[in-house]
């Protein structure tokens, strides 16, 4: 463990944490590192309080935190900087629009020298703009507008799932693709149609529907898909009806021998199974590979049943 973001005001001031204290770190569900304690009696004579910010030390606007909510936030969207290149590292990620070659770096150069002001700017990049920037050649420069032309390949619920709609992830993003099948039944649905899409609650929903409100971001979409993105069928839709694991839960752990935990997951969503995290009474089987810690452990006490990758490969392939 090398570091333990905490960034929730209520938690820093119910654990009484002051700069320059020490701490107790576990790794909550033997993954996630958390401060769970201070060690009070170690404090420093020259502690000193945590205090939230009231602008945005990088744009400057006005910091915001919402009723009922525990996180702050830059109220300056894309005006800000850091924002817009987080929003720009997520668009290209693996897991979202899969720009091989577009690193972090590449994004900070392109944001800070005024080059990208939004996602929809990386398909008008030109070649000789890329040899503007820091140790890029004419290779190097050919290659990421190869990734960004392939890019333009890609599925319905990676496009939902890049434009970074708060609280949409992967599963989210799938889920509505299932359900709408296409970027234009979903920027027009209604809230209660949202909600009945399966995991998707009130909150998740608004925020959905709030996003799509924007005339600013309807026109971002529209900009994507008029430079030629084109979505490929990654998922059955509702209407389909070849969905033969729906109503069952996986977990996965370990290491898979000839697949990804990503691809596993991949392939049972689209089977129409759901995916989680962590094992509980609800979990129907746990898929287990290579060094399985402690989700075997439980499963194993709970009774839930353990297959291996082929077997899931099976019923991957029963109708």
Do not use: W
Not at 149 to 160: D, I
Not at 177 to 191: D, M, P, V, Y
Request: aromatic fraction near 4%; include cysteine.
């Amino acid at each position: 463990v090398s570091n333990a973001t905490l960034h929730n005001m209520d938690e820093i001031a119910r654990l009484d944490l002051m700069i320059g204290d020490q701490v107790v770190v576990n790794r909550a569900g033997d993954v996630i590192p958390k401060v769970v304690s201070v060690a009070h009696d170690r404090r420093p004579p020259d502690a000193k309080p945590i205090t939230l910010p009231l602008v945005c030390p990088v744009c400057h606007s006005p910091i915001e935190s919402l009723e009922g909510e525990a996180i702050a936030r830059c109220s300056g969207s894309l005006v800000c900087s850091a924002q817009r290149k987080e929003a720009i590292k997520h668009f290209v990620s693996r897991k979202a629009m899969d720009i091989d070659g577009f690193g972090d770096k590449l994004v900070e150069q392109l944001v800070e020298k005024d080059m990208l002001k939004d996602i929809a700017d990386i398909y008008a990049l030109r070649h000789q703009d890329l040899l503007l920037l820091d140790r890029m050649g004419d290779k190097s420069a050919a290659n990421i507008l190869a990734a960004i032309a392939a890019s333009k390949n890609t599925s319905l619920s990676r496009f939902v799932f890049a434009l970074g709609i708060r609280e949409v992830g992967e599963t989210t993003a799938r889920n509505l693709a299932r359900n709408f099948g296409s970027i234009q039944k979903l920027e027009t649905a209604s809230l209660e149609e949202l909600q009945g899409v399966e995991d998707i609650g009130p909150i998740v929903a608004k925020h959905i529907l709030n996003f799509f409100n924007v005339e600013a971001n309807k026109e971002l979409v529209h900009r994507l898909l008029s430079v030629g993105i084109s979505f490929d069928p990654d998922l059955p839709t509702a209407a389909d009806t070849r969905q033969h694991l729906s109503g069952k839960t996986f977990v996965i752990t370990g290491t898979l021998p000839s697949m990804s935990r990503d691809e596993m997951k991949s392939q049972l969503l689209a089977a129409g199974a759901k995916v989680s995290g962590s094992v509980s009474g609800k979990t129907s089987y746990l898929i287990a590979g290579a060094d399985a810690g402690s989700k075997l452990s439980k499963a194993e006490s709970l009774g839930v049943p353990v297959i291996s990758e082929s077997d899931a490969v099976t019923m991957l392939g029963t109708d």
